[in-house]
C-alpha cells in the first residue's frame, strides 16, 4: 500500500533554474510564500542550497525558489499578502519578490516556465503582484484568475474576477481584462488577441478553481490489527488517487 512518488518530469537535478531580475530581493531569511497543502508529485528547487528536495505542507519558498510539480502533482502556495496560487500538473514556476520592512508590503513575481497557476488575489492587500511568462506579464491587483503558458511560448491569462493587465513583453502592447475575458500572448511576444470566453468554458475554468483543493485532499484508509503482544492497534494511511483511480502516494500515521 505504500507508494513512493516519483521524479517530477518537470524539472531537472543537473543545473538550476534561471532566474529573472526585479531588482530589490528579498532578505534570504524572509520567506515570501509557503506550501499550504500539496499533492505528490511536488518538488522544490531550493536557490540557497542549490537542491531540489521533495515538498512537504509548510515548506517555505523564498526569493529565487522554483517548484515543480508532476504528472499527477498539485500545490496550494500561500503567499504572506495573502494572495494563493493553485498549481496544477506539469507545472514549474519561479517565485521572485522583495519586501518593504516600513510599509510591510510585497512585489511579487511569479515566473511560469511550464503548465498553468490558478490565483487567488487578495484584493485587499498594499502590494503588487505578477504572474509573468517569457513572452507576457500579467499584473493583477484583486483577482481570480489563471495564467497558463505552452512549450512553443504562447501564453494565455483568463480572468474569473476582478481585472488583469496583460503586457506583451517583446512590442510593449498591453491590454486589460475583466471578468470572462481571456487574452492570449503570441509565442514570439509580439501580439495579444483577447476576447470573451463562453459560458461552458467559463464553468469549466470556474470549476478547475475550485476542484484544485479536492484534488489535494487525500483519502484515509484505516487499518487494524493486533501486535506481537496482541493488542489491537490502528493505522491511518493517507493516500491520493490518480485520474484513473490508481493509488499515488501513502503516508503512514500510527495512531497508539
Known amino acids: ?21 526585479q531588482g530589490a530581493q528579498a532578505d534570504a531569511g524572509r520567506p515570501l510564500a509557503f506550501v499550504r497543502r500539496f499533492k505528490p ?8 542550497s542549490q ?4 515538498a512537504k505542507q509548510g515548506e517555505r519558498l523564498f526569493d529565487g525558489d522554483t517548484l515543480a510539480t508532476g504528472e499527477n502533482g498539485y500545490a496550494a ?26 510599509t510591510r508590503s510585497t512585489s511579487t513575481r511569479v515566473l511560469l516556465n511550464a503548465g498553468e497557476v490558478l490565483m487567488d488575489v487578495d484584493e485587499g492587500t498594499r502590494s503588487t503582484f505578477e504572474v509573468a511568462t517569457s513572452t507576457s506579464v500579467a499584473t493583477v491587483k484583486g483577482t481570480e484568475f489563471g495564467s497558463s503558458t505552452e512549450p512553443t511560448g504562447q501564453s494565455t491569462h483568463y480572468v474569473l474576477e476582478g481585472t488583469v493587465d ?16 481571456f487574452a492570449r500572448v503570441s509565442a ?26 479536492e484534488k489535494m485532499t487525500p483519502k484515509t484508509l484505516r487499518l487494524r490489527f493486533r501486535d506481537e503482544d496482541g493488542t489491537l492497534r490502528e493505522i491511518d494511511l493517507n493516500y491520493y488517487e490518480n485520474e484513473g ?11 497508539e
Do not use: C, W
Not at 496583460?166 to 475575458?181: D, K, N, Y
Open 188 to 213: 514570439d511576444g509580439q501580439t495579444i488577441t483577447t476576447g470573451e470566453m463562453d459560458e461552458s468554458t467559463r464553468e469549466r475554468r470556474r470549476e478547475a478553481f475550485d476542484q484544485t483543493d
Open 41 to 48: 508529485q511536488v518538488n522544490i528547487f531550493n536557490r540557497a
Open 245 to 255: 483511480g490508481e493509488s499515488s502516494q501513502s503516508t503512514e500515521n500510527n495512531d
Open 77 to 102: 502556495v500561500q503567499f504572506m499578502d495573502r494572495s494563493l496560487a493553485k498549481v496544477t500538473p506539469n507545472s514549474v514556476l519561479l517565485v521572485n519578490g522583495s519586501v518593504d520592512d516600513d
Open 166 to 181: 496583460v503586457l506583451a513583453t517583446e512590442s510593449g502592447q498591453t491590454e486589460e481584462i475583466t471578468g470572462g475575458m
Open 51 to 54: 537542491k531540489y528536495m521533495s
Open 1 to 21: 500500500l505504500l507508494l513512493l512518488p516519483g521524479h517530477s518530469h518537470a524539472q531537472s537535478t543537473e543545473s538550476p533554474p534561471a532566474t529573472i531580475d
